[in-house]
């Protein structure tokens, strides 16, 4: 499992770590750790490479601190293909860059055995859907099974206190506050979590430690631009 925020780390050491990181990166200093848990906000423009900084974000907190356990969380089925599909073409990249390749596979609900394995440096791609629906695929995850030694996954992978990669928060957590997502996510009992989108949802940017908005994006040639011929 991810090992725990040593003891002497607690919520005002992280908070004055925060401020430094929010003043460093020209971001007004919190006054205290906003939101449930430890959840830290990046902003960053539309195709300025969101899904290649948080594969990158993972393989440096692996390479600084050790954490081999990451579950990135998607809204559905299409952006959770997308993030597989980069994970797969930049394995080589990232491979030669930090000397191993880092796992990751798909969860599904009739494929629980993959959990088992979820050790080393290992990432778990997942959609809403899979927890926080009412079918019966989506309800497996709290559930004791036979064919996985009746435990439920839910508690396999909460013992890892993973690392959340919430991608596009505003649609993966929706805006009531007690609605099923929020409550599931909390279940998977995070070590902390990572909110990376362009267009956070105002009332849930917590803690935002890095801001890559569309002037800063456009200054630095880092998207298209479109130019009109009359």
Same mark, same amino acid.
């Given at each position: 499992?991810?090992?725990?925020?040593?003891?002497?780390?607690?919520?005002?050491?992280?908070?004055?770590?925060?401020?430094?990181?929010?003043?460093?990166?020209?971001?007004?200093?919190?006054?205290?750790?906003?939101?449930?848990?430890?959840?830290?906000?990046?902003?960053?423009?539309?195709?300025?490479?969101?899904?290649?900084?948080?594969?990158?974000?993972?393989?440096?907190?692996?390479?600084?601190?050790?954490?081999?356990?990451?579950?990135?969380?998607?809204?559905?089925?299409?952006?959770?293909?997308?993030?597989?599909?980069?994970?797969?073409?930049?394995?080589?990249?990232?491979?030669?860059?930090?000397?191993? @390749?880092?796992?990751?596979?798909?969860?599904?609900?009739? *494929? /629980?055995? !993959? $959990?088992?394995? #979820?050790?080393?440096?290992? %990432?778990?791609?997942?959609?809403?859907?899979?927890?926080?629906?009412?079918?019966?695929?989506?309800?497996?995850?709290?559930?004791?099974?036979?064919?996985?030694?009746?435990?439920?996954?839910?508690?396999?992978?909460?013992?890892?206190?993973?690392?959340?990669?919430?991608?596009?928060?505003?649609?993966?957590?929706?805006?009531?506050?007690?609605?099923?997502?929020?409550?599931?996510?909390?279940?998977?009992?995070?070590?902390?979590?990572?909110?990376?989108?362009?267009?956070? @949802?105002?009332?849930?940017?917590?803690?935002?430690?890095? *801001? /890559?908005? !569309? $002037?800063?994006? #456009?200054?630095?040639?880092? %998207?298209?631009?479109?130019?009109?011929?009359?």
């Amino acid at each position: 499992r991810n090992h725990p925020l040593v003891p002497e780390l607690t919520r005002s050491r992280i908070l004055e770590n925060l401020r430094a990181v929010q003043i460093r990166n020209n971001l007004k200093p919190s006054d205290a750790l906003a939101g449930p848990g430890i959840n830290l906000t990046i902003e960053m423009e539309t195709g300025t490479g969101k899904t290649y900084t948080y594969i990158k974000t993972m393989y440096e907190l692996h390479k600084h601190y050790g954490w081999t356990k990451f579950i990135i969380v998607v809204p559905s089925v299409a952006i959770r293909e997308g993030v597989v599909k980069s994970l797969h073409t930049m394995a080589d990249h990232f491979a030669e860059e930090y000397g191993q @390749r880092m796992q990751h596979f798909v969860y599904d609900s009739a *494929r /629980l055995t !993959a $959990i088992e394995q #979820f050790a080393h440096l290992h %990432v778990m791609v997942i959609n809403t859907q899979a927890f926080n629906a009412t079918g019966t695929d989506a309800r497996r995850i709290k559930m004791k099974l036979e064919d996985f030694a009746w435990r439920r996954p839910i508690d396999v992978i909460a013992a890892t206190h993973p690392i959340l990669i919430i991608d596009e928060p505003q649609s993966v957590l929706g805006a009531d506050k007690k609605n099923k997502t929020r409550q599931g996510l909390a279940d998977f009992q995070p070590l902390f979590s990572i909110l990376y989108s362009a267009t956070h @949802r105002k009332e849930d940017i917590y803690n935002q430690v890095y *801001r /890559l908005d !569309a $002037i800063d994006a #456009f200054n630095q040639r880092l %998207v298209k631009k479109i130019e009109v011929m009359g």
